[in-house]
């Protein structure tokens, strides 16, 4: 494993209570980072908490990311214990019933885009200030290949994922002046609790796409997601950073 510099450094994982996000949080707490895990299972939350207060630094916030009010309450919470936010990975999502459009219920379909994509503006809404204020700040949102190719029977997920790139380089365009950088990640799938939410022939379906021929593993997205909240990437923004396996194309 690669050493990456994070020391001093204070990061709010969205999501942060397992799977991707747990292993992000995991990494940061070996690289020195003060974490805050953002999570709506509070009992999960504690847990992970309690488990990774071994590693370092470990605040816990239980939080909706979809509710404006929720997310305030989270991020003055944060910094009363951090001190302050100098990294966001915004990383809490649902993938909703695999379906087609025609029969994709309307209340699934306002519940998978209100987390996983205005979750994430949220997120980015209530901590870009305090990053602009130290002219200091890395954010990786978490995207999905379905947000590049659109998965069938996934449309409101592949839709909101799209949504979340888009925003990206939006809001990396409109940082790029100061140091801070905003990229996304477009992860492949990987074997988390998330499955449980997916019907099994569309777990196939996912797999059987990836030209590597296996799932991928949680230390491997958080390993580039690492560097992508390093002091070190001081250049590139507003970008989307493959995770497929060699299924994407561009
Ligand atoms: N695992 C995959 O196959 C895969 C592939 C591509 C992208 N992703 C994306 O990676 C991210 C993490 O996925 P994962 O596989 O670790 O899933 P997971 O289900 O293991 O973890 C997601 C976490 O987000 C939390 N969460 C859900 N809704 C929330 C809300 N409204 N507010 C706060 N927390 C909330 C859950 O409690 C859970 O702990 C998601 O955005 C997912 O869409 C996953």
Redesign the pocket.
């Known amino acids: 494993m690669n050493n990456i510099d994070l020391t001093g450094k204070r990061a709010v994982v969205?999501?942060?209570?397992?799977?991707?996000?747990r292993a992000i949080a995991e990494r940061f707490l070996i690289s020195g980072c003060a974490v805050s895990l953002?999570?709506?299972?509070q009992p999960?939350l504690t847990a992970t908490a309690e488990s990774l207060s071994r590693s370092g630094t470990v605040h816990a916030a239980t939080?909706?990311?979809?509710n404006v009010e929720s997310v305030r309450a989270a991020t003055d919470a944060t910094v009363r214990r951090l001190g302050g936010v100098d990294i966001l990975v915004a990383?809490?999502?649902?993938?909703g019933p695999n379906m087609k459009l025609w029969e994709y219920p309307v209340d699934s379909w306002q519940q998978v885009v209100n987390?996983?994509l205005t979750?994430v503006f949220l997120c980015c809404r209530a901590l870009v200030p305090l990053m602009i204020a130290q002219d200091y700040g890395r954010i990786v949102n978490?995207?999905?290949?379905?947000g590049k190719e659109g998965n069938p029977n996934a449309s409101a997920?592949s839709a909101a994922?799209a949504g979340v790139i888009a925003l990206t380089k939006s809001l990396g365009k409109e940082l790029a002046g100061k140091n801070i950088a905003v990229n996304c990640v477009?992860?492949?799938?990987?074997?988390?609790?998330?499955?449980d939410?997916m019907s099994q022939e569309h777990i196939d379906y996912?797999l059987a796409k990836i030209p590597r021929g296996r799932?991928?593993q949680?230390q491997e997205a958080a390993s580039m997601v690492a560097w992508l909240v390093s002091a070190e990437n001081s250049f590139t923004t507003g970008a989307v950073f493959d995770l497929s396996g060699g299924r994407a194309t561009y």
């Open positions: 969205t999501g942060g209570g397992q799977g991707i996000g953002w999570d709506c299972d999960l939080v909706d990311v979809s990383n809490a999502g649902i993938t987390v996983c979750g978490v995207a999905s290949i379905a997920y994922k477009t992860p492949a799938a990987a074997k988390t609790r998330i499955f939410q996912m799932f991928l949680v």
